[in-house]
């Protein structure tokens, strides 16, 4: 267990809907990355937080959307899903913006059908 | 940009070789942070070394080891006495500048078959 939760470990939703992926960092770990892995496109960076205020976008869908709460968990919003978000979506965590001491979760495999 | 190229698709190695996985980067920067991740069929992502842009040394972790030039902009990872549990993909990732966030750039990736 690398301390990183990610729920749920296996999705599998219709074209058109909309689904909410949950990250919960290491305890004490302020900033959240979260990354997509896909066949085509490899992982990117989608989104990073710092302490609940956005630090950096990548190439996020403007359908994608993130946050990170009070209590540090993280959430990406994905909707109006198309076929080609099917992918492995990761989050990361780290105690501040420039420590290398990255841990991620296991992922979330997202299937659209 | 920055980037990172990972020219091996996929590797072979017999057990118990050493097996040396490439790694190239592009950055301006001048101060980054070289990673290398393990990727077994699981899907987890498991982190092996780091090397800091402005580390002397190479980085060395148990069986890995990362062989650092600077000036060529190369991060290769080595692995020796490979064992059938290392058998996954590698990839080679970079730390962006600070006032990026701190996101990491990956390469595409290596598949590592080992055989006994």
């Known amino acids: 267990d690398s301390g990183v939760t990610q729920t749920p470990k296996h999705l599998i939703t219709a074209t058109g809907q909309r689904v909410t992926l949950r990250c919960s960092p290491r305890s004490g770990d302020l900033s959240v990355y979260w990354y997509q892995q896909s066949l085509d496109q490899g992982l990117q960076f989608l989104i990073h937080y710092y302490n609940g205020e956005e630090r950096a976008k990548g190439n996020i869908l403007e359908r994608f959307s993130a946050q990170q709460f009070p209590d540090l968990h993280s959430e990406l919003n994905l909707s109006s899903l198309e076929l080609g978000d099917s992918a492995l979506y990761f989050c990361?965590?780290?105690?501040?913006?420039?420590?290398?001491?990255?841990?991620f979760g296991s992922g979330t495999r997202l299937t659209v059908v | 940009a920055q980037k990172i190229t990972q020219t091996q698709p996929g590797m072979f190695v017999q057990e118990k070789e050493a097996v040396t996985l490439d790694c190239t980067y592009d950055?301006?920067?001048?101060?980054?942070?070289l990673f290398w991740y393990k990727q077994p069929s699981s899907g987890e992502m498991i982190f092996l070394i780091y090397q800091g842009s402005y580390d002397e040394q190479n980085a060395t972790e148990g069986r890995y080891s990362l062989n650092f030039q600077k000036a060529r902009k190369s991060a290769n990872l080595v692995i020796s006495a490979s064992q059938l549990g290392d058998s996954a993909m590698y990839f080679c990732a970079m730390r962006e500048g600070d006032n990026q966030g701190g996101k990491l750039i990956f390469g595409q990736g290596t598949e590592l078959s080992v055989k006994p």
């Open positions: 990361a965590s780290s105690v501040d913006m420039r420590t290398y001491g990255y841990t």
């Open positions: 950055t301006s920067d001048q101060s980054y942070g």
